[in-house]
């Protein structure tokens, strides 16, 4: 897509708020400074899509030194062309994760709506937003890439963003326990691969709904262009059911359910029609087949949907209840059943050697839907006596969610249990936010976050603060889970957007089969790069020089490891917008 394409996408989407905005987007020809490259001294890093008035404004300054000598700065209206504001940079500080010797301008006291830009010695940031609505379009645009890994149905986001059905059935593998056709559909391709997996579902779509229960205002009236728009259902949760649709099919008659439906190999980069590879149901390859992991996520995201869709459709919340009550009996019975990927099977396995954190979130979800006891005792006799320890949601740990949501819970419970789980909440965002204020460009993450998924783990971990900021207002918990979008959206040491058509400088090479194959020269929007990995990972990342963790990114489409994209790293982003929003 060229540059004049571009801009007609974004105005389509809503992304061009005003005509200053849209005057500025030739900057976004300017190049981003690489993994490899030296850092310019003078550099400006901040939001490339803006801030809200009232909230705290942070950019980060690349300097030459830690030396005393002051800088300051100007932000300059660029509809009007007056200076609004002027300020000190902050000392020169050493930044680990970087490696870059940076100073902050704290601009929070500009809030008048407009569009504006920083000044400092000689050196002009990005131009940026301040509105009340300043993440609309961005929410609207990250959830709507749901729509766009659509499986099993035709998708169209507009400006070429198209492709027919694709995945239509498919079999069962040998190590399902099963043989023949299997007649189903559906559910997001879930990375840059068209492979499903119930596991990342698990997680994503139970963001998701947590998204719906805590920000309904902000959801319930969100349109995003789907084939069911205008229907009873809300777009947002008509998109997570085409999910939820595909999850329940994997589901066996006796309440297990099969980890995956995937080919045995990935195919090659091309468009998800093309691909003719035999769609598989896996399993683990003995009886029972099906594995404990997968079928406490699919009773934990059924129990929330119950909860969900009532209002919408009865008959589906009635059908998601009873799927989640089968699978949390079989998964109670089938306690240890793990996934590893079987003999010949080559694509991911989200394998996961303890599933007691899937299934105390089953338990606890089923009691908070249901309020039976028998899923809160279950609930209370997995968790760990004494002190809990919260830690940043995954895939493969699902213990924050089921002690979140036993204490989101409106029923009595335990008091003394929920005590614990929002004090053990209230220090990990603590410990967040102190992380935070020491960290050069204002994220959250430790040196030993910088892993696969890196921005996925900034977006679980404003989750967590979110949820502390909803036990306990906290003005200091909700700024920082802003920082992680700030990071996410151009205020990082690469001066980049991680989210494709998002801001001035967005990432352009994601490792997803669509974007390589339809011939556009911008990638499919509102997808999330994996970011910048400390470990090894692939040949590209391999190869890189040694250097601090944040600078391990490139922006490659061979750079899986570092630069592709999945449904469980864009939901804890539309979770955060949607409280941006709200």
Not at 536 to 546: I, N, T, Y
Request: proline letters at 5%.
């Amino acid at each position: 897509m060229r540059r004049r394409e571009l801009l007609k996408y974004l105005g389509a989407t809503g992304l061009a708020y005003d005509p200053a905005m849209q005057a500025l987007a030739s900057l976004a020809g300017a190049a981003a400074s690489s993994a490899s490259g030296s850092p310019i001294a003078g550099r400006i890093f901040l939001n490339q899509v803006g801030y809200l008035p009232r909230g705290q404004k942070l950019a980060t300054i690349l300097t030459a030194s830690n030396s005393a000598s002051v800088s300051w700065f100007r932000v300059r209206s660029l509809a009007k062309g007056a200076v609004v504001l002027e300020g000190k940079v902050g000392p020169g500080r050493q930044d680990a994760a970087s490696g870059d010797t940076v100073g902050l301008a704290d601009f929070s006291a500009a809030a008048a709506p407009g569009s504006y830009r920083i000044e400092i010695d000689g050196a002009e940031s990005d131009p940026f937003l301040i509105a009340p609505d300043a993440y609309a379009a961005a929410l609207r645009l990250t959830m709507r890439a749901f729509y766009g890994q659509r499986c099993g149905c035709d998708v169209d986001l507009g400006q070429g963003y198209k492709h027919p059905r694709c995945h239509v059935g498919g079999e069962y593998h040998r190590s399902s326990g099963k043989i023949g056709r299997v007649d189903n559909h559906g559910g997001w391709h879930d990375a840059g691969d068209y492979g499903r997996y119930v596991v990342n579902s698990g997680i994503s779509t139970g963001t998701l709904l947590w998204a719906w229960e805590l920000y309904p205002r902000v959801l319930r009236g969100l349109g995003l262009g789907i084939p069911e728009s205008g229907g009873k259902t809300p777009d947002f949760l008509a998109e997570v059911r085409w999910n939820l649709e595909w999850m329940l099919s994997l589901q066996d008659v006796d309440g297990g359910v099969w980890h995956k439906q995937t080919s045995e190999n990935f195919c090659a980069f091309i468009m998800p029609q093309d691909d003719h590879l035999t769609s598989y149901v896996i399993g683990t390859g003995s009886a029972p087949y099906k594995s404990t992991c997968a079928t406490a996520d699919l009773a934990s995201v059924m129990a929330i949907a119950a909860r969900c869709y009532g209002e919408f459709d009865a008959e589906f919340a009635q059908r998601c209840l009873m799927a989640a009550r089968r699978a949390w009996s079989w998964a109670t019975a089938n306690p240890g059943v793990v996934f590893r990927n079987p003999a010949g099977v080559r694509t991911g396995d989200y394998g996961d050697a303890h599933c007691g954190d899937e299934v105390l979130w089953a338990s606890a979800e089923l009691w908070r839907t249901t309020g039976e006891l028998v899923y809160e005792r279950a609930f209370i006799a997995g968790l760990p006596v004494g002190s809990i320890d919260l830690k940043t949601p995954s895939f493969s740990n699902l213990m924050p969610m089921a002690c979140w949501t036993y204490a989101l819970s409106s029923r009595a419970g335990s008091g003394d249990v929920k005590a614990r789980i929002v004090d053990a909440t209230l220090r990990a965002g603590s410990f967040l936010a102190a992380q935070a204020a020491a960290n050069g460009y204002g994220n959250t993450l430790a040196a030993g976050d910088y892993v696969w998924g890196s921005n996925g783990t900034a977006g679980n971990q404003s989750l967590l603060l979110l949820v502390a900021n909803h036990f306990q207002p906290d003005a200091r918990m909700f700024e920082t889970a802003l920082g992680n979008l700030h990071y996410i959206l151009g205020r990082n040491c690469h001066g980049v957007s991680w989210v494709t058509g998002l801001g001035v400088r967005p990432f352009q090479h994601p490792h997803h089969r669509p974007s390589a194959a339809d011939g556009i020269d911008a990638p499919w929007p509102g997808l999330v790069s994996g970011g910048p990995n400390g470990g090894a990972g692939d040949d590209v990342a391999r190869a890189l020089p040694k250097m601090p963790p944040m600078r391990r990114w490139v922006d490659d489409q061979r750079a899986y490891s570092l630069n592709e994209v999945a449904i469980n790293w864009n939901a804890p982003l539309v979770f955060l917008l949607a409280a941006a929003n709200s």
